[in-house]
């Protein structure tokens, strides 16, 4: 399961299954971190005025089919995303975050990775995983939205360092209950 003479004991392959674990509700321990960062951040923030006329017009002309009643009904969910837009920016600017090219072929290994587990291969030979990514990275869009990861992902170091983490261990039960709250409260 794990590739040959990676395990060679019961408590190593306990190790090799909890560190696998672990892998894979990383991701969504640091979007939960994320939502509720983003709910202290804004409410830090506060309320944030914009032109909204110049933005409802802009967006109707901008937008492919967008209408102003449509633009209307969008519009608080809208300023809601721009708001935290201009906090990630302001995240990344103090801070000085930038993504290197590391960065993004870190993630798109990672991706392929993922890929592979769903369909149960598990042990990839590195270069497999590096020639997959580097297909993924073909795609300006996979590759636009892998970049974007690679800038959260160092958004979220950045603020598990200015805000403190305080970690602590549940189950897979406890994880998910938790989050399906957090997704109930959003």
């Given amino acids: 399961m794990f590739g040959e003479n990676v395990v060679s004991s ?21 979007y939960k971190f994320l939502l509720d ?6 409410s830090k923030v506060g309320d944030l005025q914009f032109p909204d006329a110049l933005l409802k017009r802009w967006l109707v002309e901008s937008g492919k089919d967008k209408t102003p009643e449509a633009v209307e009904a969008e519009y608080p969910a809208i300023v809601k995303d721009l708001k935290y837009h201009l906090i990630k920016e302001k995240i990344v ?16 290994k990672e991706a392929a990775r993922a890929q592979f ?5 598990m ?10 990514a580097k297909e993924i990275l073909k795609n300006k869009d996979s590759a636009r939205n892998l970049v974007d990861r690679a800038m ?22 406890e994880f998910k209950k938790f989050f399906e709250e957090t997704q109930a409260e959003a």
Avoid: C, H
Avoid at 11 to 18: G, M, S, T
Avoid at 152 to 173: D, P, R, T
């Fill in 10 to 30: 019961e408590a190593e392959f306990r190790d090799q299954v909890k560190e696998l674990i672990e892998r894979q509700f990383a991701p969504d321990s640091d």
């Fill in 37 to 42: 960062a983003r709910v202290l951040l804004e």
């Fill in 93 to 108: 600017k103090d801070n000085n975050l930038q993504i290197e090219e590391a960065d993004v072929t870190a993630i798109a």
């Fill in 117 to 121: 587990a769903q369909y149960g291969m």
């Fill in 123 to 132: 042990s990839i030979a590195e270069e497999m995983v590096e020639n997959y």
């Fill in 152 to 173: 959260e992902n160092k958004i979220i170091e950045s603020l598990k360092s200015s805000l403190g983490v305080k970690e602590q261990s549940i189950s897979v039960e």
